[in-house]
């Protein structure tokens, strides 16, 4: 679902906010952060990938309509894949009338694996932020030109005047210390929970 329609849904359920919640993010800052994680959630709930497509759209116009009552001190991920494991229940009922489901049953181990999965990708992606700042700049250089301005080897060899097969060598050394990096830092964060 586009950014622009979780925005126009939510500007059309959503009353004007006071100034008082300013500092609040609003549905169209929150809902891409969680629909990756409710749509892996569906496509591992649902029989068909289109199922899941559809089921999506129905949890983000609930989500949407919701809104208000979301408590905004906890975590949004996970009060989405609430709404997604009704929708997913809603959707069985709807299409397999004649069969008794235990849906909750089912359903409740992949919401927690959607959830698990979510933080865990978070603590990974705040870890790579921290690791991309202590890269040297021409470390960090190589890493912007691959992945944020999607140039391929021969291209950043051209950029940065050296061969392509230097830039290959040099890519693999920079991802391998930034997974050493990461794992530290995700390793150090569980520990800091666990004292």
């Not at 309509?65 to 809603?90: E, G, H, M, N, Q």
């Not at 999965?117 to 700042?133: G, I, K, M, P, Y």
């Not at 830039?167 to 794992?183: G, M, N, S, W, Y």
Request: proline share 7%; charged share 30%; net charge negative.
């Amino acid at each position: 679902m586009s950014r622009s329609l979780v925005a126009e849904m939510e500007s059309e359920i959503q009353p004007p906010s006071d100034s008082s919640e300013t500092d609040e993010k609003p549905l169209s800052e929150l809902w891409p952060q969680a629909e990756p994680v409710v749509k892996g959630f569906l496509l591992a709930a649902l029989p068909q990938p289109c199922d899941a497509d559809d089921v999506l759209q129905e949890v983000a116009v609930e989500a949407a309509r919701r809104f208000a009552d979301y408590d905004r001190s906890r975590p949004f991920p996970p009060w989405v894949l609430w709404i997604a494991k009704i929708k997913t229940a809603d959707f069985f009922r709807r299409t397999y009338r004649d069969r008794h489901l235990f849906l909750g049953e089912a359903l409740e181990p992949l919401a927690e694996a959607a959830c698990r999965t979510f933080f865990r990708l978070e603590e990974q992606s705040d870890a790579l932020d921290v690791c991309l700042s202590k890269l040297p700049p021409k470390s960090r250089r190589l890493i912007e030109l691959r992945y944020f301005d999607n140039l391929n080897q021969s291209q950043i060899a051209e950029e940065m005047n050296t061969s392509s097969g230097t830039i290959r060598v040099l890519l693999h050394r920079v991802r391998a210390v930034l997974a050493e990096c990461i794992q530290r830092n995700v390793r150090g964060g569980a520990n800091d929970e666990g004292e």
